[in-house]
């Protein structure tokens, strides 16, 4: 008894550590200042971990404090408590606590510079500009223009040419500037500029930088915009002519949809940019695409200006001068999937580009679909494929159209191959099936009224029936989970059924497939439907009284209360039916229970009443074989979280029943105690009655977030 009350002195005093240890750290937002964290473990360790030094003679727990201002710090509240250079660092060093990082400042048209508190920390005080000029509080910055710093604002009170360097004319010093890359030309080089010209003499007359800038065409230079404003041939070479001087590096131009190759270098040794640019060509994002059509007309477009057979070779006809390759053409046809057409193999046969285009074929945007009828009268690759100069297009549609076997669900395969030596592509498609994206998928009842397959697997005249030959085209059958109602999922074997039965002496005597399909209860079953059609204690087994052969059972964790529900012990003992439906629904109709419901006769409490089996009120832990550590959370989002461990209190020789139900309600009757009705004896105070003005010892059960029992 003596040894109990010792203990129990020491434990009372656990609740002030519990709320002087409120959380390891503590974010304050302020209202000028940022962001200012404070560090309990530091600060344990210098008061040798007593939490009475600040709590509650400096802060109330559990309530919210007052807002301290620095003025109010420096005279002993609050931090300056302590913070008063004599017992730890002055609260004037700001640095200290309000942390202090390079400040991004977005400015407008310009981007993003860096403002280097390290660097300025160094030659002045925060005093001297917070807040006089600047609010340490992210946002609450108005934006000051340059012209308003070069009157004395924000930065220009000191970079005024006197005190710091001038913000008038000194703009790399904190803009950075680098090389601006284009898409055609070479970088626009500001190290070169900037040994000639200052900043002002571009930004913002010429050129307006940052995100709002803007791109200036070719034309637009050459008429005084952008880099025209200087490059005019009067103050620096001109725009007009001397394109080199600035585009140094054109490549080759491909031209990937055609494969077509434009050769810079080729032409640069015969002609001038401007022969070309910019009355044949506007280059850039601006250029205009031109057809092979376009190219041909007799005042041609493009290439064709030139390439007209006099000045140089033509574009009509001399497709690879021009075009370094060709490539397998694929064509999606509606209702017919895709057509692939071989330039290699036509190639091969020497062909020449001109023998289709442009008899047969126009190319690019000018290119023309046909229909197979269209082709059967000589159009398009009916030209050739007539049956005399090649294979006819009418009757051979699997060496354009590839064919191959379709897979479908419940492992069934159509095979082409198969099919297309016996008949012709027309005598199904498309009459039967359309091919692609418009076919319609059928059910085995539509096959067996003559859909589909069924139009001809039918009478078993033309072919096979669909009603009764499953496994003509059923490669194999799944083994299934059917999800009974109140029951789980329930497998079906089709292998072990198979070995046994043929498919027709189920489907679809007792069974229809697929969509069709019709899910039965066990009192249908009994009745002799479905599965009970076999399954009459005749046949096979009974489904009445054979639960456990066809639905697998398990034993059922209930995670939140660490219980076990162990059907293995159940079943031995009683059938099935014992409990379902009566007792427990099973699957996704059952529901849940509370300790309470079933100390009331409900659920497991209907037999486990002490009388016909152990009573669910006292031998907890035969149901409940493992515990877990509970964590308390508390809503003020302050007060570190508490943990109550039951392994702890097991392993010191304490029963379940001791706490529950004398001290502790369990479930949902289960409610939060305060520190002071504990001390008072009620919740934990029940043991641990102790005087909490004593010794610390909060942290024996308010652990931290971060800490595990």
């Not at 285009?357 to 007539?386: P, V």
């Not at 016996?422 to 085995?444: E, I």
């Not at 012990?569 to 007792?583: K, W």
Request: contains cysteine.
């Amino acid at each position: 008894m003596k040894r109990f009350f010792v203990s129990a002195l020491l434990l009372l005093a656990a609740p002030l550590l519990l709320f002087a240890k409120d959380y390891k750290k503590v974010t304050f937002s302020t209202e000028n200042a940022g962001k200012v964290i404070f560090d309990h473990d530091v600060h344990l360790k210098k008061l040798a971990n007593d939490c009475t030094v600040c709590h509650s003679s400096l802060y109330q727990i559990g309530k919210k404090n007052p807002v301290v201002t620095m003025a109010e710090m420096e005279k002993g509240k609050s931090c300056g408590h302590c913070h008063n250079k004599s017992r730890a660092f002055h609260v004037s060093e700001c640095v200290r606590c309000h942390v202090v990082d390079k400040v991004p400042i977005v400015i407008p048209d310009f981007g993003t510079i860096l403002f280097d508190h390290k660097f300025h920390l160094g030659l002045y005080t925060c005093a001297d500009c917070h807040n006089k000029y600047f609010f340490a509080q992210s946002g609450k910055n108005p934006h000051v223009t340059m012209k308003q710093m070069e009157g004395g604002k924000s930065c220009g009170a000191c970079h005024d040419g006197k005190t710091g360097f001038s913000v008038k004319g000194d703009c790399v010093r904190c803009h950075i500037v680098k090389d601006i890359p284009f898409a055609a030309a070479d970088p626009f080089s500001h190290s070169y500029h900037l040994k000639m010209f200052g900043c002002y003499d571009c930004h913002s007359k010429l050129f307006i930088a940052g995100p709002n800038a803007k791109r200036h065409t070719m034309k637009e230079m050459e008429s005084g915009s952008s880099c025209g404003g200087c490059h005019d041939a009067k103050t620096a070479f001109s725009v007009k002519g001397d394109c080199n001087r600035c585009h140094k590096s054109v490549g080759d131009v491909n031209f990937k949809a055609s494969q077509a190759l434009f050769p810079h270098s080729f032409h640069l040794k015969i002609y001038r940019c401007g022969d070309c640019h910019s009355g044949i060509y506007t280059a850039g994002p601006l250029r205009t695409a031109y057809t092979m059509a376009d190219m041909e007309k007799k005042i041609g477009r493009s290439c064709g200006a030139c390439h007209e057979g006099d000045m140089a070779f033509s574009a009509w006809g001399n497709c690879n001068r021009c075009h370094t390759g060709t490539k397998e053409l694929e064509w999606k046809i509606p209702g017919a999937g895709k057509a692939v057409f071989s330039h290699t193999f036509h190639m091969g046969k020497k062909f020449s580009c001109d023998d289709c285009h442009f008899k047969l074929f126009t190319t690019g945007t000018m290119a023309k679909r046909f229909t197979m009828k269209q082709m059967e009268k000589g159009e398009s690759c009916g030209g050739c494929h007539n049956g005399k100069a090649a294979f006819s297009v009418s009757a051979n549609c699997g060496r354009c159209h590839p064919v191959k076997d379709i897979d479908f669900v419940l492992s069934a395969r159509f095979s082409h191959t198969y099919h297309y030596a016996l008949y012709s592509c027309t005598a199904c498609h498309n009459k039967l099936f359309k091919d692609g994206v418009g076919n319609k998928s059928r059910t085995m009842p539509d096959m067996e009224k003559g859909l589909s397959c069924g139009a001809c697997h039918l009478s078993g005249r033309d072919a096979f029936s669909v009603a009764g030959s499953c496994n003509r085209c059923h490669q194999g059958a799944p083994e299934l989970q059917i999800n009974s109602m109140g029951a789980g999922p329930t497998p079906f074997s089709h292998k072990f059924h198979t070995s046994v039965y043929k498919c027709d002496d189920c489907h679809n005597k007792l069974f229809t497939t697929g969509v069709a399909a019709k899910r039965y209860t066990m009192a249908q079953m009994e009745a002799g439907k479905s599965c009970g059609g076999c399954h009459n204690d005749k046949d096979a087994f009974t489904a009445a009284a054979n639960c456990t052969r066809c639905h697998p059972v398990k034993d059922i964790p209930f995670k939140a209360s660490g219980g076990l529900f162990k059907h293995s012990a159940h079943i031995t003992l009683y059938r099935c039916n014992r409990c379902h439906d009566s007792i427990f629904i099973a699957g996704p109709g059952r529901r849940s229970f509370t300790m309470p419901d079933m100390e009331s006769g409900k659920s497991c409490g209907t037999c486990h009443d002490g009388k016909e089996a152990f009573s669910v009120k006292k031998d907890c832990n035969k149901c409940h074989p493992h515990t877990k550590a509970i964590k308390y959370e508390f809503p003020d989002k302050k007060t570190s979280s508490a943990f109550f461990s039951h392994k702890a209190h097991k392993e010191k020789g304490y029963k379940c029943v001791d706490c529950h139900y004398k001290i502790f309600a369990t479930g949902v009757n289960r409610r939060s105690y305060t520190m002071a009705e504990m001390q008072s004896g009620k919740s934990c105070g029940a043991c641990h009655a102790y005087n909490i003005t004593g010794s610390p010892n909060c942290a024996r059960c308010h652990k931290g977030d971060n800490e595990v029992m």
